[in-house]
């Protein structure tokens, strides 16, 4: 079945920091791609997502690109911010857009 | 006003009792979902529906029920609860023409003793 797995956290990092958290994916057919973010106390919100390979996704900053020859989704920033602090899941969804699978979350604390 | 309600917001109970998770919503979804989140483990899906008449089953339903009262509610039911369904539950909607990006409420928190 399709899976996703994504680096253990927490990621530590300082403010304006370079960020990425890696996820990889298992997947039949062509599946759509993406990153949700909760903030604490709070439940998901969509992120950023991308439906082909090598469509890149951006939102608030952050980035990812779809890449099929290595089955990956990773998140990037250039430089992290104090508010950032969440947990970052990807999640792909399969061909027929039935449902979503997630991946275990990357928890991220960023420091003033 | 929030577009996907859930009640209650945090619910202590007993072993053995019964306890039903509310979900609302007012976008107009017709598919809806029921997570839990376990720390270390992400969110695993419970039970989904695509519309009023369209219930299935998730990757770990045992233990729990549903019903989809109308397009905009959709609710969780432990018939008889045990501790380790002690977890942060989220109920999520989805427009398919959107490329299924799904709307989370902000979660119950259950504790069963």
């Known amino acids: 079945g399709d899976s996703v797995t994504q680096m253990e956290g927490p990621v530590t990092l300082s403010e304006e920091a370079f960020l990425t958290i890696n996820c990889t994916y298992t997947?039949?057919?062509?599946?759509?791609l993406f990153w949700y973010v909760q903030y604490p106390g709070e439940g998901l919100q969509l992120l950023l997502k991308?439906?082909?390979?090598?469509d890149k996704g951006s939102n608030k900053g952050f980035e990812a690109t779809y890449r099929k020859e290595t089955t990956s989704f990773h998140l990037e920033k250039g430089s992290v911010q104090v508010s950032d602090s969440a947990v970052y899941f990807c999640?792909?969804?399969?061909?027929?857009?039935?449902?979503?699978?997630f991946g275990k979350g990357t928890m991220l604390l960023v420091s003033p | 006003d929030a577009d996907v309600t859930q009640t209650p917001r945090n619910r202590i109970t007993k072993t053995g009792k019964r306890i039903m998770l509310e979900c609302s919503q007012t976008k107009g979804h017709d598919r809806m979902y029921w997570y839990r989140q376990d720390p270390g483990l992400g969110l695993r899906l419970i039970y989904y529906s695509f519309d009023v008449k369209d219930i299935n089953k998730g990757e770990i339903s045992d233990g729990y029920s549903v019903s989809r009262q109308a397009q905009a509610k959709f609710s969780l039911s432990l018939e008889s609860a045990i501790p380790n369904q002690t977890a942060l539950y989220f109920c999520a909607t989805s427009d398919p023409v959107i490329l299924n990006e799904q709307f989370f409420g902000p979660g119950t928190r259950l504790t069963v003793l």
């Open positions: 997947a039949t057919g062509y599946p759509s």
């Open positions: 999640a792909l969804s399969d061909t027929g857009y039935s449902t979503l699978t």
């Open positions: 991308a439906t082909k390979a090598d």
